[in-house]
T-cell receptor, first 111, second 114 residues
Framework: RKEVEQDPGPFNVPEGATVAFNCTYS??????FFWYRQDCRKEPKLLMS???SGNEDGRFTAQLNRASQYISLLIRDSKLSDSATYLC????????????FGKGTRLHILP | ETGVTQSPTHLIKTRGQQVTLRCSSQ?????VSWYQQALGQGPQFIFQ???????GRGNFPPRFSGLQFPNYSSELNVNALELDDSALYLC?????????????FGPGTRLTVT
């Protein structure tokens, strides 16, 4: 099983729709979870952290299911400017304590 | 802007050459991580530096090495460049003592090996 796995995408979604991204992680000891956004040929930018109780920031909602080792990101009322690649990020406790990125899911919002 | 800077922005090298990439961390951040991002892939963790020592490494060969300086800035060195080393190299900084894994990225260096 890959350390962090995301929906392969791309997602082509009409403007105004709701879109959901899913991510699974393999290390049950992981404690920190994030969603990053990456625009074409740019660096990843922190979108939001994911907390155990779930958290919301405007149109964005992140949820964590520790039992299933699953993270989700929901975008409501999608805008053209939401078009980007969304990266799931998890810390990997252990000897190296790495921060692991998923491959990313590309989102295209269609006018 | 995150305050993390990288240089150069673009670089073209020939197979077998050596390259040094540089990163200045955000003010107050003591930990720097380096990532390699190939086209269409997520960033792959190369290594992390804290207190001028490597304290975490991904699955990269020894020809990938690094340094961290007292001001927390960092270098990534790659020897004996191969064509597959062509990628976007990203550095990210964070404050390890803040107890968070939130990290902030520089704009990256795009390396092309011919």
């Amino acid at each position: 099983r890959k350390e962090v796995e995301q929906d392969p995408g791309p997602f082509n979604v009409p403007e105004g729709a709701t879109v959901a991204f899913n991510c699974t992680y393999s290390n049950s000891a992981s404690q920190s979870f994030f969603w990053y956004r990456q625009d074409c040929r740019k660096e990843p930018k922190l979108l939001m952290s994911v907390y155990s109780s779930g958290n919301e920031d405007g149109r964005f909602t992140a949820q964590l299911n520790r039992a299933s080792q699953y993270i989700s990101l929901l975008i409501r009322d999608s805008k053209l400017s939401d078009s980007a690649t969304y990266l799931c990020v998890v810390n990997n406790p252990g000897r190296d304590d790495k921060i692991i990125f998923g491959k990313g899911t590309r989102l295209h919002i269609l006018p | 802007e995150t305050g993390v800077t990288q240089s150069p922005t673009h670089l073209i090298k020939t197979r077998g050459q050596q390259v040094t990439l540089r990163c200045s961390s955000q003010s107050g951040h003591n930990t720097v991580s380096w990532y390699q991002q190939a086209l269409g892939q997520g960033p792959q963790f190369i290594f992390q530096y804290y207190r001028e020592e490597e304290n975490g490494r991904g699955n990269f060969p020894p020809r990938f090495s690094g340094l961290q300086f007292p001001n927390y800035s960092s270098e990534l060195n790659v020897n004996a460049l191969e064509l597959d080393d062509s990628a976007l190299y990203l550095c990210a900084s964070r404050d390890i003592q803040a107890g968070t894994y939130e990290q902030y990225f520089g704009p990256g260096t795009r390396l092309t090996v011919t």
